[in-house]
């Protein structure tokens, strides 16, 4: 396919751009972010990008993609081969991301890419990157069949639970918090009686959470005296240890809005509901 030609279209509102301090920054949107990637991302000759939608694998329906992009030939309007998927990406930083042109891309993305490939039938895929400096991108990603078994066979496992009515096992992924709270969304109070291996293992993971917290809080002291004013910290093989960013953040004064504005703010008000588990003190 060859690598996409990438430009930045900077009137497009669906990026706001900063100056600040002698540095640009921009502030992606979410959906309309891919959008405008996906906008500025320009075929080589004999190529189109095309929207995409929601797709099924030819012989196992359960098997979806949501490619952002689709890549065809160019024969006539309406009429071209599929050649590979696009996804538009941005990132805040290039932490784990190889050189541009090449497939050196996190696993995550490389995994989604891949899965876009199987739905889809085609050999490869690419992801257009916007992020600090602006657009990169990267590919070809081509499929690699014994990745793509060990994922089809996860997948045929996890709908066998489902249709088998056999719930995964609690974890820490944030996917699992959200859906424990949706399926107790009332509050009732009463008393329950965990398991003795919960009690302490929660009581000792707040415990660490804390101490790492701490830890943390003092090595970022330490961190903030040895750089001074200066934006990156390297170790002594030059390896990045962090970055240090400075920039204004605007927001409503809600108190002197409510206090001017009483029915204005009344009017945008919105209601959320928290589901927190707070730990008990300790009575030593």
């Known amino acids: 396919m060859g690598q ?4 930045l279209l900077a ?12 540095h640009v920054h921009w502030s992606p949107g979410g959906a309309g972010c891919r959008r405008l990637v996906g906008h ?6 004999g190529m189109y990008v095309r929207p995409a939608g929601l797709y099924a694998h030819e012989a196992r329906r359960w098997q979806l993609a949501t490619p952002d992009r689709l890549v065809r030939t160019w024969v006539r309007p309406g009429v071209g081969r599929l050649m590979s998927v696009l996804e538009c990406k941005w990132t805040g930083a290039w932490d784990g991301w190889g050189e541009p042109g090449t497939d050196d891309i996190p696993v995550y ?9 199987d739905v889809l039938g085609v050999d490869e895929g690419h992801i257009a990157m916007l992020g600090p ?18 994922m089809r066979d996860a997948g045929r496992r996890l709908l066998a639970r489902v249709d088998g009515g056999d719930p995964p096992q609690v974890d820490e992924h944030t996917a699992t918090l959200a859906t424990l709270k949706r399926l107790h969304p009332d509050l ?35 961190l903030r005296a040895e750089m001074g004013p200066n934006r990156t910290a390297v170790d002594a093989a030059g390896v990045k240890v962090a970055t240090r960013s400075v920039y204004d953040v605007t927001r409503v004064d809600t108190v002197r809005l409510k206090a001017d504005q009483p029915e204005m703010a009344a009017a945008y008000a919105t209601t959320s509901t928290t589901d927190r588990i707070t730990p008990a003190r300790s009575k030593r």
Do not use: M
């Not at 993305?109 to 490939?117: E, I, N, T």
């Open 4 to 7: 996409p030609v990438l430009a």
């Open 11 to 22: 009137e497009d509102q669906r990026l706001v751009r900063r100056r600040h301090r002698g």
């Open 40 to 45: 500025t991302v320009g075929a080589p000759a």
């Open 109 to 117: 993305y490389r995994a989604q890419v891949l899965w876009q490939c």
């Open 133 to 150: 400096g602006g657009f990169r991108a990267y590919g070809p990603i081509r499929r690699d069949e014994r990745d793509l078994t060990v």
């Open 188 to 222: 009732v109070d009463e008393q329950t009686e965990v398991s003795t291996e919960t009690a302490a293992g929660y009581r000792r993971a707040r415990a660490l959470k804390q101490a790492a917290s701490r830890l943390c809080d003092r090595f970022e002291a330490r």
